[in-house]
């Protein structure tokens, strides 16, 4: 942050296709990726950068089923120059769930997901 004077972090996890004992309200249709945002630290800017590039190639959500972004407690709420958001990515596009063995198309849909991350990365 020294270098730039600002960051940007992003989180990157997966979730399974199927709903689990501890998430939220259920969905009817879980999205493949689903872009979590956190209202101090992911400006609009970024949230619409990160949707946009990635709903052109993904089923995707905003904010659900999951939502917020990680930001290392010394800076939460405390820093605007810390910003922050969340790519998560269904498992079953990529792995079979019941052995995590990669599905044949894991190198397509990593490749996808890696141009989704470029383009809104540099869109902002």
């Known amino acids: 942050m020294s270098r730039y004077g600002k ?3 992003i989180d990157l996890h997966s979730f399974s296709s ?3 004992p501890y998430e939220g309200p259920l969905l009817k249709d ?9 209202p101090y ?3 609009s800017e970024i949230s619409e950068a990160f949707y946009q590039s990635f709903n052109k190639t993904f089923d ?3 904010n659900a089923p999951f939502s917020g972004a990680l930001v290392p407690q010394a800076f939460y709420l405390s820093d605007p120059r810390v910003s ?3 790519i998560e990515t269904r498992r079953d596009l990529y792995e079979d769930e019941k052995d995590a063995e990669l599905l044949e198309n894991f ?3 990593s490749k ?3 141009s989704c991350l470029s383009a809104a990365v540099s869109s902002i």
């Open 41 to 43: 630290h992911t400006s």
């Open 107 to 109: 190198a397509i849909t």
């Open 60 to 62: 995707t959500g905003l």
């Open 7 to 9: 960051v940007l972090i």
């Open 18 to 20: 199927e709903q689990l």
């Open 30 to 38: 879980r999205p493949e990726v689903c872009i979590g945002t956190d």
């Open 112 to 114: 996808a997901l890696k």
């Open 84 to 86: 922050s958001v969340m």
